[in-house]
């Protein structure tokens, strides 16, 4: 009784928190108990009303129960593709999608003659019913009969041309529509991958929402490469018959719609007789699909098509694709993007005579002496000294294969990707006549041998390198990570690589000093040019100045480039890495590249089982860099950098050399004589000469004046446009631009300006 609260007392705090608290729990409870039983009522009347829908005995398992697993697994499929569909419609982000395929570039070497062109003018291409009829029939039958009944994807013919191959054990017949081929040209690459072929068909559905099917087609008969360097049925019809498409017979509209399939195979200007075996193909598949009868293609088989012999015209194709792949990127800057009329002239730092001379050399080096050593392509890259590329070539032969071995090629340096190891060295407090002890040693369960498998004991860096030791890199990269091990010598060593412009991967592993990592020779090369340039890394370019088809120039290198020269290692180390690597040429490995009475600096690479051989060298002019291999990377026969790719080297560098004046490089000791030496080979002076040069000097003079005539058109322009007069009298020309010889734009271009 002594508990209990009297009546006139107040209940204490907990008293009242009690009270709180079992009246919350009440009606939680309570709450709990009617949702709990409202549930239940809601679920029986939801069971009593399906009940109505019960299926039982065969209905249920041959009927329900499939579509409800049907229904289950469409939810999910489409999930999925929703999924898929995201990356291929980010493709198509930009409003401007279609019209950016319409780039369409007039390539000039240096000196302003035209070389070349790429990409596809749509307003010079064949309206689609300007086409033959049988053109169209022909391009049908072969590439998709069931073009304007399917809806971007031909399901028949996709299961069709899979048991087709299945049967034949291979790929006999392809599978996509004209409309997925299209997307591909349109939006992706050529890699054989299953991510892009899911996007290429997502694509595809949208082109077809967006385009009608005459659209589309008249859009793939402009677009499909057609081989030769030919984008689109017109070109192609202009590079191998001569004639517009309008006019191409029966055999000859075969012949075109058979290069949809492989152009570089069945090109007529490369293989004739596979071009006309393709062909007669087609001429099959127009009487298989019903669109002509055997009657009507009989003539075109007893009169096969004959193709214009192009062998001898020698477009530098590798040379031209690098500045196209250029020109796609700089058209999204910034100069660029304002203008509607995606048709250029660009003048590229191509040196013709050079570009010739590297590719004849290279020939004839394989021709000559590819059955002893095994080998059977290479590459060359000349650039400037500013990284303007002068010549490239990307493999024996264009025709036969557009692989650009010279910049998408990644292969191993061997020991050209040395200097880059002493250079860090010098960085890092060492001199060329430091002394490192060359003897065995391992990192981990690695263990690096020297060419001869022999030690020469202690040798100073400029002795390492010149007889090529590989044991000295790697001692040099574990000295240079010290106490935090070899890891962060390396780290070092990828730190100037990347400084003087190499973007290649290049993964951290032991054996990265003596090059086992990968480069493309593009950027190998460009990135010697370091060293003569007193330590600034350039960056590798084709283009030299852009102008619209109307000659207003839009953009120069020199005044519109973003990228300098920045400084990517000290003067003086360049000078060291010079002076060591000149001994290399003169003394070491690389005697065969020694140039008559120039100065010259350079690295051997040999890899591991002869899979590369390598030479990039410089002057004070020009840095090259050589490459010899094989695509499927069989080993070569003891090719070493020294040999083939040191004497291509030297064969281009001495043509390249001719009569110009000589630069010397810091660190070497000066050139005997101020300019090169015309070759006399035999004393006959048949070898090729080259052609007189500009002065530096004249050069910018030149292009100071290029320059102040574009200023002054420009402001011409501006007066005119607000209605002001002329800043010059009509007797004053002192402002007027001048139009340069052999040019109607007023451009200096035709100039021989080196």
């Excluded at 705090?13 to 409202?38: C, E, K, P």
């Excluded at 009944?149 to 017949?173: K, M, P, W, Y």
């Excluded at 996509?176 to 996007?199: D, M, Y």
Aim: with cysteine; charged share 25%; proline share 5%.
């Amino acid at each position: 009784m002594q508990d209990q609260i009297p009546f006139n007392e107040k209940p204490d705090w907990r008293q009242r928190l009690r009270t709180y608290l079992l009246d919350f729990d009440a009606r939680l409870d309570s709450a709990l108990f009617r949702s709990g039983r409202m549930a239940r009522e809601a679920f029986e009347r939801f069971r009593d009303f399906m009940d109505r829908f019960h299926v039982a005995g065969w209905r249920r398992w041959l009927l329900v129960e499939p579509l409800s697993e049907l229904a289950t697994f469409g939810a999910g499929g489409l999930l999925l593709a929703l999924v898929l569909a995201v990356p291929a419609f980010r493709e198509t982000a930009d409003e401007d999608w279609l019209k950016k395929s319409e780039l369409a570039v007039v390539f000039l070497d240096r000196y302003g003659n035209e070389i070349g062109s790429r990409g596809i003018k749509h307003s010079n291409s064949v309206a689609l019913a300007d086409f033959p009829d049988h053109l169209i029939k022909a391009v049908l039958a072969t590439e998709d009969r069931r073009f304007y009944e399917h809806f971007g994807i031909d399901i028949s013919g996709t299961f069709r041309a899979l048991v087709t191959n299945a049967r034949a054990g291979g790929v006999v017949q392809g599978g996509s529509s004209i409309t997925q081929q299209l997307a591909k040209n349109l939006f992706l690459n050529n890699e054989r991958t299953i991510e892009r072929k899911v996007k290429e068909a997502f694509l595809a559905l949208w082109l077809e929402t967006r385009l009608t099917k005459n659209e589309i087609l008249k859009l793939y008969l402009d677009r499909a490469y057609m081989g030769g360097g030919a984008f689109g049925v017109d070109a192609a019809a202009q590079f191998y018959f001569g004639k517009s498409a309008r006019d191409v017979n029966l055999a000859e509209a075969a012949m075109l719609a058979g290069l949809f399939k492989a152009p570089t195979k069945f090109a007529p200007h490369i293989n004739l007789p596979a071009a006309r075996a393709r062909a007669n193909v087609v001429l099959d598949n127009l009487v298989d699909a019903g669109f002509m009868t055997e009657g009507q293609v009989f003539g075109a088989r007893r009169n096969p098509a004959v193709a214009i012999d192009r062998r001898d015209e020698g477009a530098p194709g590798y040379y031209l694709d690098y500045a196209f792949d250029e020109m796609r990127k700089l058209v999204e800057t910034p100069p660029f993007r304002n203008i509607s009329d995606r048709a250029f002239v660009v003048r590229t730092a191509l040196d013709l005579g050079l570009q010739r001379t590297a590719e004849d050399t290279v020939e004839s080096m394989i021709r000559q002496f590819g059955r002893d050593y095994h080998v059977k392509q290479g590459a060359v890259v000349v650039a400037d000294l500013d990284g303007a590329v002068r010549a490239m070539v990307g493999g024996l032969d264009y025709n036969v294969s557009q692989f650009n071995r010279a910049t998408d090629a990644y292969r191993q340096p061997g020991s050209s990707f040395k200097p880059y190891v002493y250079a860090t060295a010098l960085m890092n407090g060492f001199k060329p006549t430091s002394v490192v002890v060359d003897s065995p040693v391992c990192i981990g369960n690695w263990c690096p041998q020297n060419y001869g498998r022999s030690y020469s004991g202690a040798v100073t860096l400029t002795q390492a390198i010149t007889r090529s030791i590989n044991v000295v890199p790697v001692k040099l990269s574990i000295m240079l990570g010290g106490s935090a091990g070899p890891r962060a010598g390396r780290a070092k060593i990828i730190q100037t690589a990347r400084r003087m412009g190499i973007k290649a991967p290049l993964p951290d592993t032991p054996s990265l000093p003596i090059g086992a990592d990968e480069v493309t020779l593009l950027e190998h090369t460009v990135a010697y040019a370091t060293f003569p340039n007193q330590g600034k890394a350039v960056k590798p370019h084709a283009i030299l100045e852009v102008r619209s088809g109307t000659g207003d120039t839009i953009w120069r290198w020199d005044r519109d480039e973003s990228k300098k020269p920045t400084q990517a290692i000290p003067p003086q180390v360049a000078a060291d890495m010079a002076m060591m690597m000149n001994h290399v040429v003169e003394e070491g490995t690389a005697k065969r590249a020694m140039l008559d009475g120039i100065k010259a600096a350079g690295k051997t690479g040999t890899t591991n089982s002869y899979r590369d051989a390598w030479f990039v060298g410089y002057t004070g002019n020009f840095v090259c860099g050589v490459w010899y291999g094989n695509d499927d990377y069989s080993p070569l026969n003891r090719m070493t950098g020294g040999s083939l790719p040191a004497q291509t080297w030297h064969e281009i560098m001495a043509y390249a050399h001719q009569g110009i004046e000589l630069k010397q490089i810091a660190g070497v000791p000066k050139n005997p004589a101020t300019v090169g030496p015309i070759i006399d080979r035999d004393g006959k002076g048949d070898a090729p000469i080259r052609p007189a040069m500009l002065t530096n000097k004249g050069v910018q003079t030149l292009l100071r004046v290029e320059q102040l005539m574009d200023e002054a058109g420009r402001q011409l322009s501006a007066a005119g446009a607000a209605g002001e007069s002329a800043p010059a009298a009509a007797g004053d020309q002192s402002l007027k631009p001048r139009t340069a010889p052999g040019r109607a734009d007023g451009s200096v271009g035709s100039i021989a300006i080196r």
